[in-house]
């Protein structure tokens, strides 16, 4: 993967996310309850509760091979169809669902090229996906394109002024530390991370923001406290993660420049 992001090439990068998928069916195909979740569990939560009375067809956009999210939203009148880039990875939402009793609609298809229908959903989510796609406003433009006038969608993608990060580079710099921004990012297969603002204007012409919500952190007291403090503005920005409920901006879409 490092050598896939060093290259920086989209299709050696969606070539590699392929293989991953791949190796974890390998790895957990004997095993799914123990597939990995590969997003936080603390972002859980917050995404399904902006889900909150949105029923009918949802689409979980990035499932990854443990589809915590989409299992916990299945039924209230609820059909949830699971998609991911590569075949191994969806095989193994499926299977890891099965196992909690969910039956869920597994599609293999690519976020930037969504393979349904306009207006075909009437809301989704779409978590720690976002900073992975080679032309992230592709990405949006299409979640808007599948969504129905009226649906609402939950996006989720880390911060990278999350108090937590600050600390850590408050630190490097205390030690006379200067590293790339990339060194800080979640995960090292991130191609980019978002502010609050810049993650509200790469959604901004395609979707409309009614509603925030922050992410914390688990563990000893000062994770909470931190989690207490981020929760509402201002300090929200620099929450662990940017989540916003969004619905269609407008029923004709622009097609955004790559």
């Given at each position: ?221 000062h994770q909470?406290?931190a989690t ?31």
């Amino acid at each position: 993967m490092a050598e896939a992001f060093a290259d920086g090439g989209e299709r050696r990068i969606k070539r590699t996310y392929v293989q991953l998928g791949e190796l974890l069916e390998q790895a957990y195909g004997d095993d799914v309850a123990a597939a990995p979740l590969l997003s936080l569990p603390e972002t859980v939560p917050v995404v399904t509760r902006l889900l909150d009375g949105i029923g009918g067809l949802l689409l979980d956009a990035g499932c990854g091979p443990n589809p915590e999210a989409a299992i916990s939203l299945t039924g209230q009148n609820r059909r949830l169809v699971i998609l991911d880039i590569a075949v191994g990875t969806v095989r193994l939402a499926r299977a890891r669902a099965a196992a909690n009793g969910v039956d869920l609609l597994g599609v293999v298809g690519d976020v930037e090229a969504l393979p349904f229908k306009a207006d075909a959903f009437a809301g989704g989510l779409c978590d720690d996906t976002i900073e992975h796609l080679p032309h992230d406003a592709l990405g949006v433009r299409e979640l808007s394109r599948v969504l129905a006038v009226g649906g609402v969608m939950a996006l989720a993608t880390p911060n990278r002024r999350a108090l937590s990060v600050l600390v850590r580079r408050s630190r490097d710099l205390l030690r006379g530390r200067r590293l790339e921004p990339r060194h800080y990012y979640a995960a090292g297969s991130h191609l980019r991370e978002y502010t609050w603002p810049e993650f509200e204007r790469l959604v901004e012409p395609w979707m409309h923001v009614r509603g925030r919500a922050a992410v914390g952190w688990a563990g000893g007291w000062h994770q909470r406290l931190a989690t207490v403090a981020t929760a509402r503005p201002p300090l929200r920005r620099f929450s662990r993660m940017v989540v916003l409920a969004v619905e269609r901006a407008h029923p004709q879409d622009p097609k955004p420049a790559v």
